[in-house]
Structure formats: structure tokens, C-alpha cells
């Protein structure tokens, strides 16, 4: 009996291995082509199409799943970068941190970027996404207050524009235009520069969030 056990969970444990590895192939394959098939998945999962299917019954299934598990990952990131602030953290110092951190899940956050460009994912991304643009709205809107940042649009507005920093870095890494050790330090150093920040103060307030962002999950 106890055999049949542990081959029962073996079983289980490779399988959520192999649901792990899929969710992982999909991710880069989908961040990178939208469009991506269950074929493209399980090729570069290293998988057979029919333990693709074993797991999900459909890409439209896969996708939603992915979807989800990117979500839970940018709730995690929002989490972590309100958990980590340190007494009165200046707002800027904050804002910093999350597009560092946000940086460290680029993957994740490119996947919600390209599916949030199709109709049928909008919901399904603005609910996952939606803390994150909180935050960033909250955070301009004390940088305001505290009159670092200058106000010549609206928040939601310049939360958007900041939204699309990191995007763009990684573009630029793609391009090898921009060393990928460097990604994160530009990420937040031009997100600031975008909220309106005072180029004087920028580099003071990204090596800050430097040092409060590290240990914070990838």
C-alpha cells in the first residue's frame, strides 16, 4: 500500500513539474509572439502536444492560466514594494523601487502588456494589472504634494506613460542598444524623469531604492 502511494504522489509531483515547465515555456514563447500555438508551447517546453493537452484543454485555456499566474506575480510585486518601505520613504525613493522591481518581472509584465493589446484579455489583464497602476497613481500623487514632481498633465495620465518605461527597456536590451545589467537602474531613472521629477534628484532617489529593493522577489 505504501508503494501505491508513493508512486501516486511521484505521479502528482512530476506532474505539476511538467505543468510548471509548460507555464514557463509559454510565458517566454507568448511574451515574445502573442499568437504563439500549443505546438510553439510544447516545443519549447520540451513536451509532447499531448501532455500540452494533458493539462489544458485548449490555448484559450493555457493563456487564462498564464494570465493568472503573471497576475499573481505583479500582485506579488506590489505587495513586496509597499512590505519594504522604510518609515517615511519619500514617494519618489517608492516609485523607484517598483519599477525596479517591476523590471525584475519583465517577463510576466510584457506577457499582460501584449495580451492586454487583445479584446478578448482586456478584463482579464486590467484585473491583474490594475494594482500596480494604483500604485503608481498613488505615489505620483504624493511626489506631487511634496512638490517633487511637476504637474503638467494628469496623474492617470503620466501613470500610463510611466507604464510603458519598462516595455521600452526592454526593447532596447532586444535591440542590444542597452546592456541588460543596466535595464533596471534606466527603467527607474526614467520613469522618474517621465512622472516629472527634477533631474537633480532622480539619481538620489533611484540609489536609494537600490538599496531598500534588494532581497525583494524576482
Same mark, same amino acid.
Given at each position: 500500500?505504501?508503494?501505491?502511494?508513493?508512486?501516486?504522489?511521484?505521479?502528482?509531483?512530476?506532474?505539476?513539474?511538467?505543468?510548471?515547465?509548460?507555464?514557463?515555456?509559454?510565458?517566454?514563447?507568448?511574451?515574445?509572439?502573442?499568437?504563439?500555438?500549443? =505546438?510553439?508551447?510544447?516545443?519549447?517546453?520540451?513536451?509532447?502536444?499531448?501532455?500540452?493537452?494533458?493539462? *489544458?484543454? &485548449?490555448?484559450?485555456?493555457?493563456?487564462?492560466?498564464?494570465?493568472?499566474?503573471? $497576475?499573481? $506575480?505583479?500582485?506579488?510585486?506590489?505587495? &513586496?514594494?509597499?512590505?519594504?518601505?522604510?518609515?517615511?520613504?519619500?514617494?519618489?525613493?517608492?516609485?523607484?523601487?517598483?519599477?525596479?522591481?517591476?523590471?525584475?518581472?519583465?517577463?510576466?509584465?510584457?506577457?499582460?502588456?501584449?495580451? +492586454?493589446?487583445?479584446?478578448?484579455?482586456?478584463?482579464?489583464?486590467?484585473?491583474?494589472?490594475?494594482?500596480?497602476?494604483?500604485?503608481?497613481?498613488?505615489?505620483?500623487?504624493?511626489?506631487? +504634494?511634496?512638490?517633487?514632481?511637476?504637474?503638467?498633465?494628469?496623474?492617470?495620465?503620466?501613470?500610463?506613460?510611466?507604464?510603458?518605461?519598462?516595455?521600452?527597456?526592454? =526593447?532596447?536590451?532586444?535591440?542590444?542598444?542597452?546592456?541588460? $545589467?543596466?535595464?533596471?537602474?534606466?527603467?527607474?531613472?526614467?520613469?522618474?524623469?517621465?512622472? $516629472?521629477?527634477?533631474?537633480?534628484?532622480?539619481?538620489?532617489?533611484?540609489?536609494?531604492? *537600490?538599496?531598500?529593493?534588494?532581497?525583494?522577489?524576482?
Amino acid at each position: 500500500m505504501q508503494c501505491v502511494d508513493e508512486r501516486i504522489q511521484r505521479r502528482r509531483r512530476d506532474a505539476e513539474a511538467n505543468r510548471d515547465l509548460l507555464l514557463d515555456a509559454a510565458l517566454r514563447a507568448l511574451a515574445e509572439d502573442p499568437d504563439a500555438g500549443l =505546438d510553439a508551447v510544447a516545443r519549447a517546453a520540451g513536451l509532447a502536444r499531448r501532455t500540452v493537452y494533458g493539462h *489544458f484543454s &485548449s490555448r484559450e485555456a493555457l493563456v487564462e492560466a498564464l494570465a493568472d499566474r503573471a $497576475g499573481e $506575480g505583479m500582485a506579488d510585486v506590489v505587495r &513586496s514594494v509597499r512590505a519594504a518601505g522604510v518609515g517615511d520613504e519619500h514617494p519618489l525613493t517608492t516609485l523607484a523601487r517598483l519599477e525596479i522591481t517591476v523590471w525584475r518581472s519583465i517577463e510576466r509584465y510584457r506577457l499582460l502588456g501584449r495580451l +492586454a493589446t487583445r479584446p478578448e484579455h482586456v478584463e482579464r489583464v486590467s484585473r491583474h494589472t490594475g494594482n500596480v497602476r494604483s500604485l503608481r497613481i498613488e505615489l505620483v500623487q504624493a511626489g506631487r +504634494a511634496r512638490g517633487a514632481l511637476r504637474a503638467t498633465m494628469p496623474c492617470e495620465v503620466v501613470a500610463r506613460l510611466v507604464q510603458a518605461v519598462p516595455l521600452a527597456v526592454f =526593447d532596447a536590451v532586444l535591440e542590444g542598444t542597452l546592456d541588460a $545589467g543596466d535595464a533596471a537602474r534606466v527603467t527607474a531613472v526614467t520613469a522618474l524623469a517621465v512622472a $516629472g521629477a527634477d533631474p537633480a534628484e532622480v539619481e538620489v532617489h533611484v540609489d536609494a531604492a *537600490f538599496l531598500t529593493s534588494l532581497g525583494e522577489p524576482s
